[in-house]
C-alpha cells in the first residue's frame, strides 16, 4: 500500500509539477550534435527538410564549424530547414531565444536580404535574421511590431565569424536583442512571436533561408537576465536559480533545497540567486559549491554560516550586485575565480568587528565592490577588476601577495579606493595605462581625505607589464617621469623634459640624493 501511495504522489507531481521532470524554464534545446532532437526533455524534436541537391545540408562536425559538443546545424543554398511543431509565445509572456550562426564565405545563391535563423516559414510576420548586408539583426513579432540591432564594434553577421545572439521578451512587453553577450538594443513594443522552422521563415517564395552554420539553439519560457545571457553565452549551461530563501538552519549550498530543478548542484549548470539567500550549512567543515558557476544576484545575499575557519571552494563565483555576508563569527575564506559583473555594485559584509572575510582567488571584471559593517575582507590574491572599491565601515586588507587593478584613463579618470573606513595597504597596485593617450594628469587613487590608511612594508606600484616604481623614501613612489604620494594617493604623470646636458642631468641627480 505504501509502495502504491508513493507511485500515486509521484505521478501526481508529475503532472503538477512538469518543470521538475525536465530542466527548469528550458523550452526546447537543439545542439545540433549528431541530429535534430530537442535535448531538454520536451521532445520538441525536429526534422530536415532537404530540397533541391540532397545531402548538402545537415549536421556538420567539421572543426571550426560549430561552437559546443561535436556538431552544428550546416545549411546550404537551396533553401534546407529544420521543421519543427508550431510553438507561440502571445505578446507578454516571458520568454527567450538564444543561439549562435556564421554565414559562410560566399553569398551565391543565397536570399537576396535576409538570412533567416528561426521563425514562421508562413507568412512575413515571425522571424530572427541578420540582414545580409551585415550591419543589423531584426525581430520581428506576430503583429509586424519589430526591433533592429546593430552590431557592436565594428563587428558584423558579414565577417563570417561565429555571433552569438540572444532575444528576451518580458511580461511588461519588452523585448531585448543581445549580440555577443552585450545589449544591442531595447524596446517596448507587441511581443508575441510563433515559430515552425530553424534556418527559414518567413514566406517560402521569398528565398530569405539561412546559408551557413546554426548552433546551439536555446529557447526558454523565462526572460533571461543579462546575466544569464552572458553566462548561457560562455558555459552553454541552462541556467538555474533559487526560488525561495534559504531560512534559518536550511541550506542550498549542497542540496536540492530550493534549486529551480529540484537536485543538487552539479557541473552540468550555472546557478543564479535570483534574488534570494543562499545559505551555507551551520558548520566548521570546507565545502565545494558543485556547480559550474555561482550567480549572486542583486537583492540576494550568500550567507555564510561557517564556524571556526571554514573554506568554501567556489569555482566561478560571479558578483551581480548582490551581498556576501559573514553570518556567524568565524574567519571564512572563499577560494576560485571571482568576477565583479559590468554594471553592478556587490556588498561585503562582515557584520561585527574580528570576523573577516578573505578572497583568496583573484577577483577580475568591472564591477563595484562596497566594503560594510565592522570586520575585515582580506584580497590575498592578484585582482584584475577595474571597479571602484569603497570602505564603509570596517577595514579592508590588501596582503603582501595580492593586487589591485587601477585603469587609468585621460582626463584624470580611474577607479579608485574611497569610504570613510580603514585599509592596509600591503600588497601592489597594477597600473593599466593602455587606455591613456595624454602625457600628463593627476588621478586619485586612493582617498586619504576620509580614509584611515596603513602603508604596509610590501607596499608598491608596478605597471601592466612588469616595469615597477621605486621607493625614494617619504611616502613618495617613482619610476620615470610618474610619481605617487602616499600622502595625498595621488599618481601624477608629467610630461618628460627634453634631453639635458650632462651636467644638468648631474646636478638634478645630486638635488635627488640630497632630499633622500
Given at each position: ?125 515571425d522571424f530572427i535574421a541578420p540582414n545580409s548586408s551585415g550591419d543589423y539583426v531584426r525581430w520581428r513579432g506576430t503583429s509586424g511590431a519589430q526591433i533592429d540591432a546593430p552590431y557592436p564594434g565594428g563587428s558584423s553577421f558579414d565577417d563570417q565569424q561565429w555571433h552569438y545572439y540572444a532575444v528576451t521578451a518580458t511580461t511588461g512587453n519588452t523585448w531585448t536583442v ?339
Amino acid at each position: 500500500m505504501r509502495k502504491q501511495r508513493a507511485l500515486v504522489l509521484t505521478m501526481l507531481m508529475a503532472v503538477l509539477l512538469p518543470g521538475a521532470m525536465v530542466r527548469a524554464s528550458v523550452y526546447a534545446h537543439y545542439n545540433f550534435d549528431a541530429d535534430y532532437t530537442d535535448d531538454s526533455g520536451n521532445a520538441r524534436d525536429g526534422a530536415l527538410v532537404d530540397v533541391g541537391t540532397l545531402s548538402n545540408s545537415g549536421i556538420t562536425t567539421t572543426a571550426g564549424e560549430y561552437v559546443f559538443g561535436g556538431g552544428a546545424l550546416n545549411l546550404s543554398t537551396d533553401r534546407d530547414y529544420v521543421s519543427l511543431a508550431s510553438e507561440s509565445f502571445t505578446s507578454g509572456s516571458a520568454y527567450t531565444i538564444a543561439f549562435w550562426a556564421k554565414k559562410n564565405p560566399t553569398t551565391a545563391g543565397d536570399g537576396v536580404d535576409w538570412d533567416m535563423v528561426i521563425g514562421d516559414r508562413n507568412n512575413s510576420n515571425d522571424f530572427i535574421a541578420p540582414n545580409s548586408s551585415g550591419d543589423y539583426v531584426r525581430w520581428r513579432g506576430t503583429s509586424g511590431a519589430q526591433i533592429d540591432a546593430p552590431y557592436p564594434g565594428g563587428s558584423s553577421f558579414d565577417d563570417q565569424q561565429w555571433h552569438y545572439y540572444a532575444v528576451t521578451a518580458t511580461t511588461g512587453n519588452t523585448w531585448t536583442v543581445y549580440i555577443d553577450g552585450a545589449v544591442a538594443n531595447s524596446a517596448t513594443v507587441s511581443t508575441g512571436f510563433t515559430y515552425n522552422t530553424i534556418g527559414a521563415a518567413y514566406t517560402a517564395a521569398a528565398g530569405f533561408d539561412f546559408y551557413g552554420q546554426i548552433d546551439e539553439v536555446w529557447v526558454f519560457d523565462q526572460t533571461l537576465t543579462a546575466a544569464q545571457v552572458a553566462g548561457l553565452g560562455s558555459s552553454n549551461l541552462a541556467p538555474l536559480t533559487l526560488t525561495a530563501h534559504d531560512g534559518s538552519g536550511a541550506s542550498s549550498f549542497t542540496t536540492s533545497l530550493n534549486w529551480s530543478d529540484g537536485a543538487a548542484p552539479s557541473a552540468s549548470h550555472d546557478y543564479y540567486t535570483a534574488g534570494f539567500d543562499l545559505r551555507t550549512p551551520s558548520s566548521s567543515a570546507d565545502l565545494v559549491f558543485a556547480g559550474n558557476s555561482l550567480t549572486i544576484d542583486a537583492g540576494g545575499r550568500f550567507i555564510m554560516k561557517g564556524v571556526s575557519s571554514p573554506t568554501y571552494t567556489i569555482n566561478d563565483l560571479r558578483l551581480n550586485g548582490g551581498g556576501i555576508y559573514n553570518g556567524y563569527g568565524g574567519n571564512i575564506t572563499i577560494t576560485g575565480n571571482v568576477t565583479a559583473l559590468a554594471g553592478t555594485t556587490s556588498t561585503f559584509d562582515t557584520q561585527e568587528a574580528g570576523r573577516t572575510i578573505t578572497i583568496d582567488g583573484p577577483i577580475s571584471g568591472t564591477g563595484n565592490i562596497v566594503k560594510a559593517a565592522n570586520g575585515t575582507l582580506v584580497y590575498s590574491g592578484v585582482n584584475t577588476y577595474t571597479g571602484d572599491t569603497t570602505v564603509n565601515t570596517g577595514s579592508l586588507s590588501l596582503t603582501a601577495a595580492s593586487e589591485m587593478r587601477f585603469l587609468i584613463e585621460d582626463a584624470g579618470v580611474s577607479n579608485s579606493i574611497t569610504g570613510s573606513g580603514a585599509i592596509d595597504l600591503d600588497g601592489l597596485l597594477r597600473l593599466d595605462i593602455s587606455q591613456l593617450t595624454v602625457d600628463t594628469g593627476v588621478w586619485n587613487l586612493v582617498d586619504v581625505t576620509t580614509l584611515t590608511e596603513t602603508w604596509g612594508s610590501n607596499f608598491g606600484l608596478a605597471f601592466v607589464g612588469g616595469l615597477a616604481f621605486n621607493d625614494l623614501g617619504s611616502g613618495l613612489y617613482g619610476v620615470s617621469n610618474w610619481t605617487f604620494d602616499q600622502s595625498t594617493g595621488n599618481l601624477t604623470l608629467v610630461p618628460m623634459p627634453a634631453a639635458l646636458p650632462a651636467g644638468c642631468v648631474l646636478l638634478l641627480l645630486a638635488g635627488l640624493r640630497r632630499r633622500r
